[in-house]
């Protein structure tokens, strides 16, 4: 008597070799691409979830928020060069991982569970490379004070008040301000003569008067006015603060005015277009307008009467993506008043 066998289903076999094969086959480090681990701000945050990829940058010339006292001495610190400081840091890592993985070669198991354990800090420290080192000197010895940069989960510093300056260097941390002031609300402005001009900017703060005389009591007629405003587009050499001889003769009827109002002074202005680095700028305005009061002083005006200052491209009147609207920017304004400026930026430039 025949007995009927059945037939295992071929596609059942191909499987369970498959099966067998997984089984005893040895499990193979998983390979990750590195595009899910390259952190190229080394904040241990990977690029692909890294919604801040530039944090060295964001820190860079900026003043830690409070000063760290380091074994007894309060320190300020200013971050320079993060990103190159992280860099060094972790390539000096990584040449002492090299080094503790050479240990390795025929170490027996106590010598190998020690070396395995400090490879593991070592790949920990790799892993968040994000410590600013700073040489200080503490009793005539150079010693190396880490910060850590902390980040949160997307790669971002801490920013409580949302203003754009990380905690790590905001001085008003809980109170939205402008760079410039180091994260700090602007002061409240004062203008204790009420005629719309702030004290800053008020040529006569304890005066009134109209905002395009700097806050003074206007003491011209119109015509000698329009002297001042003729005489503020004194033309000077191509990028230079020499007056060209063309301009003398409107700036001697500026002289004549300030012979005829004895007890006046004046308060000179320098403003260039935006063609040009800013800091040049700054620095020819100032130049500018001190050179056109070298000149009221060879006339025979007396020095403590002129002051001068240089705003660069700071405050344009017009446009400057045009040649007209440039050649107005380029200028030297001109007010003249009766008292003192009490600003801090006009006393310094009186000489």
Known sequence: MKLKTRKTPKLIIFFGLLFLVGI???IQAQYVSPVYTVDSDYDGVPNVRDKCPTTPELISNLELAKPITF???KIVVVFRNVRKSFETRRRRLLIKKSRELKKLRGADEAKRAEVISRLKVLDSLIRHSSVYEVEVAINGKKEI????????EFGCLPDNDKDGIPDLV?????????KKLKGCPPPK????????????DDLCPDKPGPKKNKGCPEILQQQEVDILKKASKVLFAFSKADIKPISFPILDEVVVLLRKYPKSNIHLEGHTDSVG???????????RAASVRSYFINKGIAAQRITSEGYGESRPIDTNDTAKGRQNNRRVDMVMFFGTKTTKTIKKNRK
């Open 24 to 26: 005893f086959t040895p």
């Open 71 to 73: 074994k007894g001495q």
């Open 145 to 152: 004070l880490p910060i850590v940069i902390d980040v949160d």
């Open 170 to 178: 905001d001085k008003c941390p809980d109170k939205p301000g402008p």
């Open 189 to 200: 402005r004062k203008d204790r003569d009420g005629d719309g001009t702030y004290d800053e």
């Open 277 to 287: 680095k800013d800091a040049n700028n700054l620095t020819l305005s100032k130049n």
